[in-house]
């Protein structure tokens, strides 16, 4: 697992975290069932405030991705599809936004992008 | 449970007074306490050993009235580091060992020796032959090594090259790997605060400016830069303090006022501390 904290990003740090883990569990890397490092521990070695990373944990189990069991520890939930989905689905949405700002910029139309991305199929 | 707390206490001095300070700390967090020379950092620590007598207020250490006569038994807990360690200058890290078997009853010297090693401490050299760095170490190492729950560090890591520092301040963060184990750390080094602090208390000529969670402050604040034209266009409510300079202000904001057209940058404690200061004179 690698998380990566910036001191000089203006993302709050607990957000960082909880980005982090968020798109570890939806790429795959953590799967189900999974132990994550205790709040204590992965505070101590990442060098940040123990209350921040609890507030990531606190965040990432109100949003259904770990489960706490008490006195055991922090465990990545079982996958929720429509949640990964959903996610997937917001991600692919901002690429297409950034495709259609950059397409305008350049006079590409529509159906040219509909046909680039034809030909893009075909060569897969 | 909360490791220190302090309620409304107040300490007058025929020049200084500490006024009204209330705060805690958590168990399990470290508490950065900052402040210019002469704020009352120090002050607050002694008379959290009750070293000096409080005018009024309550403090508890460790779930106990520091001026309880159970309190001799809390201090067995208690790690402490002022900014200068006094030891007999004859005395070397061996012999103060020694001594120390003597003086706490849960004296450790194998963990003693240990960080004797660690931080490659003789014990056969001669106190009055120790850099400023050494003193500081072995006063650290005693401090460590009687099973403390809680450390408190009048400025224990000033004078000292950062290296040295950021190894001291492993060493704290290490301790609070424990759940039980609370740090009190004092010093006017913000960066060495904001490394390691879950929480910064900001004394200022004796009054406590604020006692608060170190990350929701940065989240909190920020500094924009402004030019006399488009400061009109700062949300007046978002504006803490501001700094004018000839060619642009420089303002402490609210971020969660401003919109994300703003370009704010990130405030560190020192910069929340000056202008804090700076607006107090105003």
């Not at chain 1, 990003?9 to 982090?20: A, F, N, V």
């Not at chain 1, 489960?67 to 939930?77: D, E, S, W």
């Not at chain 2, 010093?187 to 400016?209: C, M, N, P, V, W």
Request: include cysteine; charged fraction near 30%.
């Amino acid at each position: 697992m690698e998380i990566i904290i910036r001191n000089s990003s203006s993302q709050p740090i607990y957000e960082q975290i909880y980005t982090q883990i968020k798109d570890l569990i939806l790429n795959g890397a953590l799967a189900e069932g999974d132990a994550l490092p205790s709040i204590r521990g992965l505070a101590k070695d990442l060098r940040i405030s123990v209350i921040t990373t609890k507030r990531a944990y606190d965040e990432l189990e109100r949003e259904g991705f770990v489960n706490t069991v008490a006195g055991k520890g922090c465990f990545i939930a079982g996958a929720n599809r429509e949640l990964i989905h959903e996610e997937n689905l917001k991600k692919i949405e901002a690429h297409m936004q950034a495709i259609r700002q950059l397409a305008k910029g350049c006079g590409i139309t529509n159906e040219d992008l509909i046909e680039m991305f034809r030909i893009l199929e075909v060569e897969e | 449970m909360n490791a220190i707390e302090m309620k409304h206490v107040t300490k007058s001095y025929p020049a200084f007074t500490l006024s009204d300070v209330s705060l805690s700390l958590p168990s399990g967090c470290i508490l950065g306490l900052v402040g210019e020379n002469g704020a009352g950092k120090s002050t607050a620590i002694r008379l959290l050993l009750n070293g000096i007598a409080r005018d009024s207020g309550e403090i508890t250490i460790l779930g106990r009235d520091n001026r309880s006569k159970e309190f001799v038994q809390t201090k067995e807990e208690i790690g402490i580091v002022l900014d200068e360690a006094y030891y007999p200058e004859v005395l070397s890290a061996g012999t103060v060992g020694k001594m120390m078997q003597h003086t706490y009853k849960s004296w450790q010297q194998d963990t003693f020796v240990k960080f004797l090693d660690r931080f490659s401490l003789s014990d056969k050299k001669q106190f009055k032959e120790y850099s400023r760095g050494m003193k500081m170490k072995l006063s650290i190492a005693v401090a460590l090594s009687h099973q403390p729950r809680l450390l408190i560090l009048d400025e224990a890591t000033s004078g000292l090259d950062p290296i040295v520092r950021d190894e001291i301040l492993e060493i704290f963060n290490d301790f609070t790997r424990q759940e039980d184990h609370s740090v009190l750390i004092s010093s006017h080094i913000t960066s060495d605060l904001e490394k390691i602090s879950d929480y910064i208390a900001f004394l200022h000529q004796g009054r406590l400016l604020f006692c608060e969670e170190k990350d929701r402050l940065m989240e909190e604040y920020g500094i924009l830069q402004t030019t006399v034209k488009s400061l009109s266009e700062v949300p007046p409510d978002a504006i803490i303090a501001r700094r004018e300079g000839k060619y642009a202000t420089e303002l402490l904001v609210k971020r969660a006022l401003l919109s994300e057209a703003f370009d704010v940058e990130r405030a560190g404690i020192e910069d929340i501390m000056l202008f804090l200061v700076k607006k107090e004179e105003v």
